[in-house]
């Protein structure tokens, strides 16, 4: 098997894409995959942080329209990933912070079509209506999820105790914005209630 992985890291096209000097090279498959995650995780996400409450005044339904967006975004990310993977995939085959990244994108992706069944299908509720607990429950796990996945792509890229700082880094990051999160929505919440009173 390893042969086969050595075939696949050392071929034409990788050595290419890893060692060209021309903008065709690495640097634009990473910017590409760059452009893919702002579409799937951005995208998925404004839709998650309607569903969860936080922007209660934008409507819910003309967001359905962002699907073809969001599944653009996952085959970039995906055709870009695999040319990532392909040239250093020794390397990433013995980092575990990799198969945290992948079985996050994986749980991430389920929990993003549970939130859209449950938060688009009541076609006959108001678009200003609050979401269902389920429609909550999967935008909260994707944006678990998704953090976890960027998390973990970021740190494959990095030394073990640079990878170690990092994850306290982010931990302490987290806190904090779920505190600025609850406040921000408890807040927008309170404005709804004095406007329709």
């Given at each position: 098997m390893w042969e086969f992985l050595d075939s696949i890291e050392n071929s034409a096209f990788s050595s290419y894409v890893r060692d060209t000097p021309s903008v065709l090279g690495y640097s634009t498959v990473l910017a590409l995959h760059t452009f893919g995650m702002a579409f799937l995780v951005g995208l998925s996400g404004v839709i998650a942080l309607r569903v969860l409450g936080v922007v209660p005044q934008l409507p819910l339904k003309p967001l359905k329209g962002l699907q073809p967006l969001i599944a653009a975004g996952f085959w970039l990310n995906a055709v870009t990933g695999l040319i990532l993977t392909s040239l250093?995939?020794?390397?990433?085959?013995?980092?575990?912070?990799?198969?945290?990244?992948?079985a996050a994108i994986a749980l991430a992706i389920v929990a993003l079509q549970k939130m859209r069944r449950y938060a688009f299908g009541e076609t006959s509720a108001p678009d200003d209506a609050a979401a269902s607990p389920r429609a909550r429950f999967w935008a909260a796990a994707m944006l678990l999820f998704w953090g976890l996945a960027v998390l973990g792509g970021r740190l494959t890229a990095y030394a073990t105790n640079i990878r170690i700082e990092t994850a306290r880094a982010v931990l302490v990051a987290v806190v904090l914005l779920l505190i600025v999160a609850r406040y921000l929505v408890r807040r927008a919440n309170r404005a709804v209630v004095e406007v329709r009173v």
């Open positions: 250093a995939i020794h390397a990433l085959l013995r980092n575990w912070d990799f198969y945290v990244k992948l």
